[in-house]
């Protein structure tokens, strides 16, 4: 005696087209994550230099004047990128810990034109100070819009972000 069985299931051709749309929503997904990646890292850029630009405010406020920087920096035009730990020791007291914890680094990777490379106009957070310590100016890029600021270039001074 035979017997009849019900088979039910899928045909792979149905599996198949089930597999592409999930390809498809994920792809549509991984895009999306990535663009929120970047405003991220230049929202945490912008955050990164005001926090450096409070800092250097209190560091006025009790000394007279701005950090110098190292050695290395001899005027106005020859900065330092931040991501050196002694980027703040010349002044008369340590600008790290005692002003802000750590010297922030820019977030990797860079974002539209700024750039992997180093020093003004890169992805790093570039310092320059004048001889005396009246000024400073720190350069950085973002990728995108943040805030009031475009992407490209910017700096931060004594008169404020620009």
């Known amino acids: 005696m035979k017997q009849k069985f019900n088979q039910s299931g899928f045909t792979l051709l149905e599996l198949l087209v089930v597999i592409a749309i999930i390809g498809l929503l994920a792809s549509v997904v991984t895009l999306a994550l990535q663009s929120a990646r970047a405003k991220a890292r230049d929202t945490k850029r912008a955050a990164d230099v005001r926090q450096l630009v409070t800092s250097m405010e209190q560091y006025r406020i009790t000394h007279g004047?701005?950090?110098?920087?190292?050695g290395s920096m001899a005027s106005v035009g020859?900065?330092?990128?931040?991501?050196?730990?002694?980027?703040?020791?010349g002044g008369p007291e340590p600008f790290v810990p005692n002003y802000i914890p750590l010297i922030?680094?820019?977030?990797?990777?860079?974002?539209?034109?700024?750039?992997?490379?180093?020093?003004?106009?890169?992805?790093?957070?570039?310092?320059e100070s004048s001889d005396d310590g009246?000024?400073?100016?720190?350069?950085?890029?973002?990728?995108?819009?943040?805030?009031?600021?475009?992407?490209?270039?910017?700096?931060?001074?004594?008169?404020?972000i620009q």
Do not use: E, F
Not at 78 to 89: F, N
Not at 147 to 157: E, I, K, M
């Open 104 to 127: 922030p680094t820019s977030p990797k990777p860079a974002d539209g034109d700024c750039g992997a490379t180093t020093g003004i106009g890169g992805n790093d957070y570039w310092y």
């Open 78 to 89: 020859s900065g330092v990128a931040l991501d050196d730990p002694t980027a703040m020791d």
């Open 134 to 160: 009246t000024a400073y100016t720190i350069t950085y890029c973002i990728g995108k819009d943040v805030g009031s600021l475009g992407p490209g270039v910017h700096s931060a001074t004594p008169g404020g």
């Open 65 to 70: 004047q701005y950090p110098t920087g190292t």
